[in-house]
């Protein structure tokens, strides 16, 4: 959605009073960076006769681009400046994806939070000029996800998939290895044994490594946090 040629009085005046914090950080961010993982899939357009995503009031989600590892810098002050600027009856709700992952390092478990897709962030908005602009022009937003210039709302299945995956009760183990690699067994009766990871699956949670028991290798199945890489 393009920026109007004339803003309204109150955003020519919160721009100009935006504190000098936020501007600096904004100065000093680094240019978005690429993520091994997958980014967030555009949405598709809705085929003809689909049922429309946005609501009866006309909210939806949307996706927003930002500064890869400023997601939370980012929410915090798209916040700010709904509530300053008395945007509350048009933007809802910021979020930036994120799940428990629990990983193994030094022989220690640990649980983290890790974003679902680095340098985007889900916006609930009724989408016309206004609220474009306040989104769009916050600090570390680099734009809209959509179709051209069009901001794209996401699909309901879409929004349900993503709060599912951020509400799971049991934490997702972090994989650091990969067939081939050597690992250490940290834990259980094979304790400090050095092997091979020869096959990874997924959906057990499960690792099968190749322990070397006088001279021959030996398959052995261990569980995801029972090893850790080398």
Known sequence: MPRRKTQPDELEEELLDIDEDIE???????????????????????????????????????????????????????EQRIDSMGMKNQIFDVVVPTEEEI?????????????????????????????????????????????GNKPTPLRPEEVAAIMKRMEAEAPKVKVTFKPGQKVRIVDGPFLDF????????????????????????TPVELDFLQVEKM
């Open 103 to 147: 990983e193994v390092r030094e022989g220690k478990r640990r649980t983290i939070e890790r974003h679902i897709f680095p340098g985007y962030i889900l916006v609930q908005m009724i989408m016309n000029d206004d609220s474009w602009y306040v989104v769009r022009n916050t600090p570390g937003v680099t734009g809209f996800v959509g179709m």
């Open 194 to 217: 050095m092997g091979t990871v020869s096959e990874i699956d997924m959906d057990r949670n499960k690792v099968r490594v190749l322990v070397s028991f006088f001279g021959r290798e």
């Open 24 to 78: 600096d950080d904004d100065e000093d961010q680094p240019e978005a960076q690429a993520e091994e993982m997958t980014p967030l899939a555009e949405p598709s357009a809705p085929a003809e006769g689909e049922a429309a995503e946005v609501g009866e009031d006309g909210r939806a989600w949307y996706v927003i681009h930002c500064y890869s590892g400023y997601e939370k810098k980012v929410k915090h002050n798209l």
